[in-house]
């Protein structure tokens, strides 16, 4: 062979190693190092102990789970907690076992499992879509580094296990949708989803409406409705038997006796769910930054680290740069399925602009969760509409900010 043909050829092979190493090893092992420090820290534990709660027959804690900051429910004596209760009841199995030997079952101990499995999910929906095997690869570490994503893998406290369970459960259920269209299937991860995060269950817009556009007999139409549905309305009876055994209204779930700091109190007296809280929480998800850090109190001068996580929460447009590609396409260059999807999404993102709570102690806007899984299997779908392969530039808006999520990270998690 030529030496100026072997040459550029070693050069091309350069080129790949480079490529590969900063898009996917270098990524790839932040991922995996942020897997291990979930599975050791310790955080807040309220799920498991709720679990340990259910198996011993109650629903309020049979420890303390500390003050404000906690969140705990104050009633009659007895603390509760005021999220949904799914988490704990698939923690119980392994509570149950670990009490045993009178060990105590971190939550972290079985978060990896859910992450590894939405992982695939991901890259199984990348693969629906014709993606190469690297493509769907780097479109796995697009999610889990550049987005909020990143925050709730990397700590194992109560909040952000529900998150983590809420985000594996909204991506199987798109996977269930595109791959198997089972109704039955469907209904039962929507169940799940209500007992988890209520706002996440918007999905449900999409789902009904999927129903109700196809082309069956208004019998069958109803029949799949029933399918889709029965799982959800058991979930939301078994809510409100929980919350009657607990507050004696089962459209109680004990928010209002949650003890909180003096400024959240503030914004919760202006109700639960309130156009009042919109113009904050749109300031946080779209334009809310990084803190600077200063040389001293009177200096504009910064000084390392520079910037730090903002634990009020980030605009998902710094974690998440990658959704700018969606005001590059017109409305009309969208599929039915892919406008219903974004009506799903735009629903639960106005019931979380309208709750009084700003998600804090975060990284990132953690709440978008809620929605997030469903826009990126927009942003997958239509991406591909358009393009035979994920191009160099957004391969780099997928993964470099994961590289300045991952830096935010650092304050975040100290």
């Given amino acids: ?49 709720l679990a340990n709660s259910f198996i011993h027959g109650h629903t309020y804690f049979l420890s303390s789970i500390g003050g404000i900051g906690q969140d705990p429910v104050l009633y009659h004596g007895k603390v509760y907690w005021d999220d949904g209760f799914f988490p704990s009841i698939v923690l119980a199995p392994f509570v149950a ?7 105590f079952f971190y939550q972290g101990y079985i978060k990896w499992i859910f992450v590894v499995l939405t992982v695939y999910f991901i890259y199984l929906l990348a693969k629906h879509f014709k993606y190469s095997n690297k493509d769907s690869i780097i479109l796995v570490l697009g999610f889990t580094l ?18 983590i369970i809420c985000t594996f459960l909204l991506f199987a259920a798109l996977l269930a949708y595109f791959k198997k269209k089972s109704w039955w299937l469907i209904g039962a991860i929507c169940g799940a989803i209500f ?12 789902f009904s409406l999927t129903i109700l556009l196809t082309k069956k007999s208004f019998k069958n139409k109803l029949i799949d ?6 799982f959800v309305l058991l979930a939301a009876i078994l809510i409100g038997i929980y919350n009657y055994h607990r507050f004696g209204n089962p459209f109680n779930n004990g928010n209002y006796y949650q003890l909180i700091s003096s400024a959240s109190a503030q914004a919760r007296s202006m109700g639960l769910l309130s156009i009042d ?22 200096s504009w001068s910064l ?39 974004l009506l799903s999404a735009l629903v639960s993102l106005l019931i979380l602009l309208c709750y009084y709570g700003d998600g804090a102690d975060q990284l990132g806007y953690r709440y978008a969760l809620d929605f997030l899984p469903t826009l990126y299997v927009v942003f997958m779908s239509i991406y591909k509409k358009f393009n035979k392969n994920l191009s160099l530039g957004m391969t780099s808006l997928l993964i470099l900010p994961g590289f300045f999520n991952f830096y935010l990270l650092l304050s975040y998690i100290n």
């Fill in 1 to 49: 062979m030529p030496p100026k043909i072997k040459s550029l050829l070693l050069s091309f092979s350069d080129i790949n190693f480079l490529y590969n190493s900063i898009f996917i090893g270098i990524p790839a092992m932040i991922f995996l190092t942020l897997m291990v420090i979930g599975f050791y820290a310790e955080g807040s534990q309220q799920f498991s102990m």
């Fill in 97 to 103: 076992f670990f009490n045993l030997f009178h060990i």
């Fill in 146 to 163: 550049g987005s909020v994503y990143i925050g709730v893998n990397s700590v194992s406290s109560g909040w952000l296990f529900a998150q």
């Fill in 195 to 206: 007992l988890t995060r209520i706002p996440a269950d918007a999905i449900l817009v999409f």
């Fill in 225 to 230: 409705l029933f399918k889709l549905g029965i």
């Fill in 277 to 298: 809280h919109i113009p904050t929480n749109l300031y946080t998800i779209l334009l809310r930054g990084p803190v600077p850090v200063l040389k001293n109190s009177i």
């Fill in 303 to 341: 000084k390392p680290p520079y910037l730090v996580n903002n634990n009020l929460g980030m605009s998902i447009f710094i974690t998440s740069p990658f959704l700018f590609y969606f005001f590059t396409r017109k409305w009309s260059s969208y599929s039915r399925e892919n406008k219903m999807l």
